[in-house]
């Protein structure tokens, strides 16, 4: 279809621009390097760490070509000339970051471009890697281009999903509903993270959590696709009011090695304080029938019981002097206050 000649002539391009920018060190050798450019978005992202993923681990690390985003959501990378074709884009979208639409991001995610298609790193070329991803983990080969096209179509969009939609939001309603559907993909997946990652996107763990939710998504594709964008809450543009409303039609797809967070143990009940008024009370009540209205007297020996519960807890379980018929009145709280009234019986 038209969309797809437009691609590929986007990619043509794009291989033109690398051929020219490449500069090999006195020839064409394997040594020579090249420019990628590439824009990072869901809405236009400034200081995303974007990078060549030259090892494949889902990661930006410290050996590999790295750069962060200007405001315009863009960088340029200068790559050896052999990744360019290759390498995939990683974009680590940190607490740090800001998008031009919705502001200073509030939980660290990450997106991906595909091996040598690198215009832009956006939710939806994000996609597009899971389904390369997805497949190969069902040991299917999946070119990008196809990969594309089950993501377009998935979605039933009529741009491709490897194109700069806010580029071309403003006059293309298909590219801004490319951009709705992208939005909505960076909410479920923020939705999604493991409570233990809400800020970090810096470690091989949620690397892997993050490539597992976007594979994830793939099955909600058809959800995000009937999230209808002119909705109220969606109307005056991206906002709280939005990423709810998107977040009650697409439910989260946590990553399945999300480690299930230990509900908090219960505070324990701080013992009450032993109250000597409340045991001289039980006390007048109970006791004082074997021994005696005033305890200071020590009939029966009831000061032994002076601060120490346990001693008369122990006397009503032990049946001393017949005292057990105490046991379901008497029990540790109610001996905690006689124990209190009997160290200070003059009360
Ligand atoms: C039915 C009579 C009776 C009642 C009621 C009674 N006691 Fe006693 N209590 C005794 C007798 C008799 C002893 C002494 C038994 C012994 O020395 O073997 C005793 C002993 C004790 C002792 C000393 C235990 C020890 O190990 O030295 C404590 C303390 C005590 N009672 C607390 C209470 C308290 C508190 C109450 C009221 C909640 C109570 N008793 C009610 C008859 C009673």
């Known amino acids: 279809m038209k969309v797809s000649k437009n691609h590929l002539t986007l990619s043509l391009i794009g291989a033109a621009v690398v051929a020219l920018t490449a500069c090999g060190g006195g020839g064409s050798g394997p040594s020579g390097t090249a420019a ?7 809405g236009l992202i400034q200081n995303a760490l974007v990078c060549v993923d030259a090892n494949n681990n889902g990661l930006c690390d410290a050996g590999e070509v790295q750069g962060r985003t200007d405001a315009n959501g863009q960088v340029t990378l200068t790559v050896p000339a052999s990744d360019v074709g290759t390498a995939k884009l990683i974009a680590m979208i940190g607490t740090d970051a800001i998008d031009a639409d919705t502001g200073p991001i509030k939980t660290a995610y990450a997106f991906t471009a595909p091996a040598g298609r690198h215009e832009v790193i956006s939710p939806l070329t994000t996609m597009v890697q899971a389904k390369i991803d997805s497949d190969e983990k069902a040991g299917k080969a999946t070119s990008v281009d196809d990969a594309a096209t089950y993501v377009q179509a998935a979605l039933t969009l009529n741009v491709s999903v490897l194109d700069n939609y806010i580029a071309r939001r403003v006059s293309n309603p298909d590219s801004k509903e490319a951009g709705d559907d992208a939005h909505a993909l960076v909410v479920v997946a923020q939705a999604s993270k493991c409570d233990d990652d809400q800020t970090e996107m810096d470690g091989k763990k949620e690397a892997t959590q993050q490539n597992e939710t976007h594979i994830g998504l793939l099955g909600k594709l058809n959800d995000i696709k009937s999230i209808d964008f002119s909705h109220s809450s969606c109307a005056a543009g991206p906002g709280a009011a939005c990423d709810d409303f998107i977040k009650s ?9 999300c480690v299930p967070q230990p509900a908090p143990a219960p505070a324990p009940a701080p013992a009450p304080a032993p109250s000597a008024a409340n045991g001289k009370v039980l006390y007048a009540a109970n006791c004082t ?23 008369i807890l122990n006397a009503i379980a032990t049946n001393r002097g017949g005292m057990s018929f105490l046991a379901a009145t008497i029990q540790a709280p109610q001996a905690n206050d006689i124990a209190a009234y009997l160290a200070t019986p003059g009360i």
């Open 36 to 42: 990628i450019s590439t824009t990072v978005m869901d």
């Open 289 to 311: 029938g074997c021994h005696g209205a005033n305890p200071a007297l020590n009939t029966n020996n009831i000061l032994n019981g002076a601060n120490s519960p346990s001693t």
């Open 249 to 257: 039609k697409v439910p989260a797809v946590p990553s399945t090695s």
